[in-house]
């Protein structure tokens, strides 16, 4: 079984700041991925970032990089040059390897972005 | 493609009635998923599927049942309606083969109230 906790229910930036949404996880599971995922006010939920838990190299998708701490079962998640596009709850979801993959989602961030 | 769908977008639901929420998918994946979002909360796993005619129950299964009679479907049942059922729904798939896990890719939604 996963827990999350994501202890920031909500975050504000400045465009062009950079933010850092903090995440804390337990996992019995050895072997892992973790997830960010955005949900705009549409409610889609959308991809931002993957790590693989066995991979010392923390993951980087343009605007987006992570710090994952593996011996403290930390993964946060930072935004670079905030847009206005970025405003969105915040879910951080670890996934278990292998057999049906499932999520444990977090409670959410909510980050604002304001000019 | 067209992703993961889902319908209806909007139902209100009678305490008592039933009814199915259908999910589908174009994109060849073997897994699936159903989750609700309860209001300021993160998703939680309803049923999962690994393949057709294989599902198995998440962590907030009671009140639902699931099938999966093709690769591409993936309807979820909710029978006797409850209060406690209002809710956001959200389908979902991923691609998994032997340990290696992708993202989950999520349907648009659908609002649920029973009153």
């Known amino acids: 079984a996963q827990t999350v906790t994501q202890s920031q229910p909500e975050m504000s930036v400045q465009e062009a700041e950079t933010v850092t949404l903090s995440c804390t996880y337990d996992?019995?599971?050895?072997?892992?991925?973790l997830f960010w995922y955005k949900q705009p006010p549409s409610r889609q939920m959308i991809l931002v970032i993957r790590?693989?838990?066995?991979?010392?190299q923390n993951a980087t998708e343009n605007r987006f990089s992570v710090n994952f701490q593996k011996a403290a079962k930390s993964f946060s998640l930072k935004i670079s040059d905030s847009q206005l596009g970025d405003a969105a709850m915040y879910f951080c979801a670890p996934g278990e390897a292998g057999t049906a993959s499932k999520l444990t989602f977090g409670t959410g961030t909510r980050l604002q972005v304001t000019l | 493609n067209a992703g993961v769908t889902q319908t209806p977008k909007f139902r209100i639901l009678k305490i008592g009635q039933s009814m199915t929420l259908q999910c589908a998918q174009d994109m060849n994946h073997n897994y699936m998923y159903w989750y609700r979002q309860d209001p300021g909360m993160g998703l939680k796993l309803i049923y999962y599927?690994?393949?057709?005619?294989?599902?198995d129950k998440g962590e907030v299964p009671n009140g639902y049942n699931v099938s999966r009679s093709t690769t591409e479907d993936f309807p979820l049942r909710l029978e006797l309606a409850a209060p406690s059922q209002t809710s956001v729904y959200f389908c979902?798939?991923?691609?998994?083969?032997?340990?290696?896990?992708?993202?989950?890719?999520f349907g648009p939604g659908t609002r649920l109230t029973v009153t």
């Open positions: 599927s690994v393949g057709a005619g294989i599902t």
């Open positions: 790590q693989e838990a066995y991979k010392q």
């Open positions: 979902a798939s991923s691609y998994s083969w032997r340990d290696l896990s992708y993202e989950q890719y």
């Open positions: 996992t019995s599971e050895s072997d892992y991925y």
